[in-house]
């Protein structure tokens, strides 16, 4: 029968000494471990950003909203015009046009406009002929949008929005 | 005969009794093992325990409403499918399916208002279930993490109701996509204000998610349609699943410490009670705490779960359906008319349980949608790990104060809410009083914060007053149920055109 070396004799070298049920000093294979664990843990975690990348629409199916209108002939002055099916209140005065957008800046509802200005019937804003707020949980003006002219007629960009007071001559 | 045949010939007329044998191994639940078995051997069941505690089965315990949830859910769920037969995601094209759905479909119009009926039954339900959990402090350990999935719940069920009434592309379904994509967009109302929104965007990015678009479209209604059909139902189920397994794992329901002695002994009537003496060593003593199984009664006194409890979940199940089919005989779900882009309804409502909410988001769109809610949920939240006491778990109104403070909080939490409503809609409110104010003091001091705050210094009061942080949560849970049916009330019945308060709809103006 063979023995093996007496432990701390004095001819083995100290590394022998360990025994195999002795932790390690260097914990080779927790450090192995964990290199799996976070390289497992970050593949993932870009993984799952790649996926969330899909439901965010990189081209927008969304129509040109310009489109060209007459004003009626006789439109009186600080009165808004709505051309049907469009969210624009249309304005003219000493020869200029201006639109001011009659989406609520709130929650997005369509203002209507009355005698002093618009009003919202979701959650009932207040705004004066120029878009300002008089009231209401709206948190900015109205946009105004692009408006400009041809000939007889005027061009509205609704989807682009010009500083507050942008008017146009005709 | 060959005796091959022969054996071929016995295995077929044994085939049907075998089949049933390998589906049903127990065979029926006449003893207390096979009761067991009957449980434990079925994967749906076996969510429940095998033996159920009496105080459990008492009516005032639940009040059965979990299980109405659920079984609303599942009616939901049915009905649900069977309207996918003939439904349309796709605008203009949804609205005549749901047209026909009403009108040609065979029994199409049953399904719908049922399926319509459940969902606001559900929607009660576990309002209600809430309450109950959190009025018999039934989120104190070891329950904590089962009261943080039933808001998890709770969320989903919203956004089930949600996503729901927004398929049929009417007016209502149009202008609320609108106005929720518009509310996961408000976070620009803060960041406009700080004049970051260039660089950092999350409203945006949250309104183009969940709209696929700029604007509300197709691809808003197939993403509605997919969470509604899909991923939340999915995500019911899963956590649904997670919640009940818990009640198992928390020791069952909760009850009061002397619920054993309270009880007394079973009546003589009730059977089975514990019917068999234990073979060998009775295999839950060794799980459950406490003494081992008395003979003659069942362990802490539980009484076998099939029939007790199956029984009683049945009869509640049955009761929420005759509810749903009485209520859809009668009363048609509402179908307005085809999405108009260009003119919202005016008054445009919510459905009712999102009237309240309407009210706090015309306030302000980012502390009434986003602000508010997250306050709530976060307390909602950390009531389980702020309330450490023992005092009233599994009573009514349990703890410090009773139902003495609960009543008191009833009268705060209706009065103060009263208060500040009714000052925002006969005085106004900030934006009428100093028109140059800036926008964010209007998003962080309007009606809603200030509600908010009033309960919660309410409620801080309470927990010095009782030297309990139980009388603090009670307090702040009952102002804040308060606020919400009164928020709800004066949106579903005191608002009218341009969103102005009137005594009744009566006065409204005609346009």
């Given at each position: 029968m063979?023995?093996a070396?007496?432990?701390?004799?004095?001819?083995?070298?100290?590394?022998?000494l360990?025994?195999?049920?002795?932790?390690?000093?260097?914990?080779?294979?927790?450090?192995?471990?964990?290199?799996?664990?976070?390289?497992?843990?970050?593949?993932?975690?870009?993984?799952t950003?790649g996926?969330?990348?899909?439901?965010k629409?990189?081209?927008?199916?969304?129509?040109?909203?310009?489109?060209?209108v007459?004003?009626?002939?006789?439109?009186?002055?600080?009165?808004?015009f709505?051309?049907?099916?469009?969210?624009?209140?249309?304005?003219?005065?000493?020869?200029?046009?201006?639109?001011?957008s009659t989406v609520?800046?709130?929650?997005?509802?369509?203002?209507?406009?009355?005698?002093?200005?618009f009003?919202?019937?979701?959650?009932?804003?207040g705004?004066?002929?120029d878009?300002?707020?008089?009231?209401?949980?709206?948190?900015?003006?109205?946009k105004w949008?692009?408006?400009?002219?041809?000939?007889?007629d005027?061009?509205?960009?609704e989807?682009?929005?010009v500083?507050?007071?942008?008017?146009?001559?005709? | 005969?060959?005796?091959?045949?022969?054996?071929?010939?016995?295995?077929?007329?044994?085939?049907?009794r075998r089949?049933?044998?390998a589906?049903?191994?127990?065979?029926?639940?006449?003893s207390?093992?096979?009761?067991?078995?009957f449980?434990?051997?079925?994967?749906?069941l076996?969510?429940?325990p095998v033996?159920?505690h009496?105080?459990?089965?008492?009516?005032?315990?639940?009040?059965?409403?979990?299980i109405?949830?659920?079984?609303?859910?599942l009616?939901?769920?049915?009905?649900?499918?069977?309207?996918?037969?003939?439904?349309k995601?796709?605008?203009?094209?949804a609205?005549?399916?749901?047209?026909d759905?009403?009108?040609v479909?065979?029994?199409g119009?049953?399904?719908?208002?049922?399926?319509?009926?459940?969902a606001n039954?559900?929607?009660?339900?576990?309002?209600?279930?809430m309450?109950?959990?959190?009025?018999?402090?039934?989120?104190r350990?070891?329950?904590?993490?089962?009261?943080l999935?039933?808001?998890?719940l709770?969320?989903v069920?919203?956004g089930?109701?949600?996503?729901?009434?927004?398929?049929?592309?009417?007016?209502?379904?149009?202008w609320?996509?609108?106005i929720?994509?518009?509310i996961?967009?408000?976070?620009?109302?803060?960041?406009?204000?700080?004049?970051?929104?260039?660089?950092?965007?999350?409203g945006?990015l949250?309104?183009?998610?969940?709209?696929?678009?700029d604007q509300?479209?197709?691809?808003?209604?197939?993403?509605?349609f997919?969470?509604?059909?899909?991923?939340?139902?999915?995500?019911?189920?899963?956590?649904?699943?997670?919640?009940f397994?818990?009640?198992?794992?928390?020791?069952?329901?909760v009850?009061?410490?002397?619920a054993d002695?309270?009880?007394?002994?079973?009546?003589?009537?009730?059977?089975?009670?514990?019917?068999?003496?234990?073979?060998?060593t009775y295999?839950?003593?060794?799980?459950?705490?406490?003494k081992?199984?008395?003979?003659?009664?069942?362990?802490?006194?539980?009484?076998p779960?099939?029939p007790?409890?199956?029984?009683?979940?049945?009869?509640?199940?049955?009761?929420?359906?005759?509810?749903?089919?009485?209520?859809?005989?009668?009363?048609d779900?509402?179908?307005?008319?085809?999405?108009?882009p260009?003119?919202?309804e005016?008054?445009?409502?919510?459905?009712?349980?999102f009237?309240?909410?309407?009210e706090l988001?015309?306030?302000?769109?980012f502390?009434?949608?986003?602000?508010?809610?997250g306050?709530?949920?976060?307390?909602?939240?950390?009531?389980?790990?702020?309330?450490?006491?023992?005092?009233g778990?599994?009573?009514?109104?349990?703890?410090?104060?009773?139902?003495?403070?609960?009543?008191?909080?009833?009268?705060?939490?209706?009065?103060?809410?009263?208060?500040?409503?009714?000052?925002?809609?006969?005085?106004?409110?900030?934006?009428?009083?100093?028109?140059?104010?800036?926008?964010?003091?209007?998003?962080?001091?309007n009606?809603?914060?200030v509600?908010?705050?009033?309960?919660?210094?309410?409620?801080?009061?309470?927990?010095?007053?009782?030297?309990?942080t139980?009388?603090?949560?009670?307090?702040?849970?009952?102002?804040?149920?308060?606020?919400?049916?009164?928020?709800?009330?004066?949106?579903?019945?005191?608002?009218?055109?341009?969103?102005?308060?009137?005594?009744?709809?009566a006065?409204?103006?005609?346009?």
């Amino acid at each position: 029968m063979t023995t093996a070396p007496e432990h701390g004799s004095p001819e083995t070298p100290a590394s022998a000494l360990r025994s195999r049920l002795d932790p390690e000093p260097v914990p080779r294979r927790d450090f192995l471990g964990l290199a799996a664990l976070w390289a497992s843990a970050s593949t993932v975690l870009f993984a799952t950003l790649g996926i969330a990348r899909l439901p965010k629409a990189a081209v927008l199916s969304s129509p040109s909203r310009k489109f060209k209108v007459t004003l009626p002939e006789a439109l009186p002055a600080g009165e808004a015009f709505v051309p049907p099916g469009r969210s624009v209140a249309l304005f003219k005065e000493a020869g200029e046009v201006w639109a001011v957008s009659t989406v609520c800046t709130h929650l997005g509802c369509i203002v209507k406009s009355s005698a002093t200005g618009f009003d919202c019937p979701c959650h009932g804003s207040g705004f004066a002929k120029d878009g300002s707020v008089t009231r209401g949980p709206a948190p900015t003006a109205l946009k105004w949008v692009k408006v400009s002219a041809a000939g007889g007629d005027v061009i509205v960009d609704e989807g682009e929005s010009v500083p507050l007071g942008t008017k146009v001559s005709v | 005969m060959s005796p091959g045949l022969s054996v071929f010939l016995e295995n077929l007329r044994a085939a049907p009794r075998r089949a049933y044998e390998a589906t049903f191994r127990s065979g029926p639940p006449t003893s207390d093992r096979t009761r067991s078995t009957f449980v434990f051997g079925n994967v749906f069941l076996h969510l429940h325990p095998v033996r159920t505690h009496r105080w459990s089965l008492r009516w005032s315990t639940t009040m059965g409403l979990g299980i109405i949830t659920f079984a609303a859910f599942l009616i939901t769920l049915v009905t649900g499918v069977l309207l996918m037969f003939y439904y349309k995601p796709y605008p203009d094209v949804a609205y005549d399916s749901i047209k026909d759905i009403h009108f040609v479909v065979p029994t199409g119009r049953f399904m719908r208002n049922i399926h319509r009926w459940a969902a606001n039954v559900m929607v009660i339900a576990v309002l209600l279930h809430m309450a109950r959990a959190f009025y018999t402090a039934a989120y104190r350990k070891p329950r904590e993490f089962n009261w943080l999935i039933g808001m998890a719940l709770l969320v989903v069920t919203l956004g089930l109701s949600f996503t729901g009434y927004l398929l049929p592309w009417d007016q209502l379904a149009y202008w609320a996509i609108t106005i929720g994509a518009n509310i996961a967009q408000s976070p620009r109302e803060v960041t406009d204000a700080l004049q970051i929104t260039d660089r950092f965007d999350p409203g945006g990015l949250q309104k183009l998610l969940l709209l696929g678009s700029d604007q509300v479209g197709e691809e808003a209604l197939i993403r509605f349609f997919l969470l509604h059909v899909m991923v939340l139902p999915l995500a019911l189920v899963l956590l649904a699943a997670v919640h009940f397994w818990r009640i198992r794992k928390d020791g069952g329901l909760v009850r009061p410490a002397n619920a054993d002695e309270r009880l007394g002994p079973a009546p003589l009537e009730t059977y089975p009670v514990f019917t068999e003496a234990p073979h060998k060593t009775y295999q839950l003593a060794a799980i459950v705490k406490g003494k081992t199984a008395a003979v003659g009664r069942g362990p802490e006194g539980t009484v076998p779960s099939m029939p007790h409890l199956f029984y009683a979940e049945a009869g509640v199940a049955m009761l929420t359906v005759l509810v749903c089919l009485g209520l859809a005989l009668f009363l048609d779900a509402p179908l307005k008319e085809l999405a108009n882009p260009g003119v919202p309804e005016n008054p445009a409502k919510a459905p009712w349980y999102f009237l309240g909410l309407q009210e706090l988001v015309a306030f302000s769109a980012f502390m009434g949608g986003i602000g508010i809610p997250g306050i709530v949920l976060l307390g909602l939240g950390l009531i389980p790990f702020l309330d450490r006491e023992e005092a009233g778990t599994g009573e009514w109104f349990g703890g410090p104060g009773g139902l003495p403070l609960v009543l008191r909080s009833i009268v705060v939490g209706l009065g103060s809410a009263v208060l500040v409503d009714g000052i925002a809609i006969r005085y106004g409110w900030l934006r009428e009083w100093f028109p140059k104010i800036p926008q964010l003091v209007v998003t962080l001091v309007n009606p809603g914060t200030v509600l908010t705050f009033i309960y919660a210094a309410y409620s801080i009061y309470l927990v010095k007053k009782y030297g309990s942080t139980r009388a603090g949560a009670l307090g702040l849970f009952t102002c804040f149920l308060c606020g919400f049916a009164l928020l709800t009330l004066v949106g579903s019945y005191f608002r009218g055109p341009n969103w102005s308060f009137y005594w009744s709809p009566a006065d409204w103006p005609v346009h």
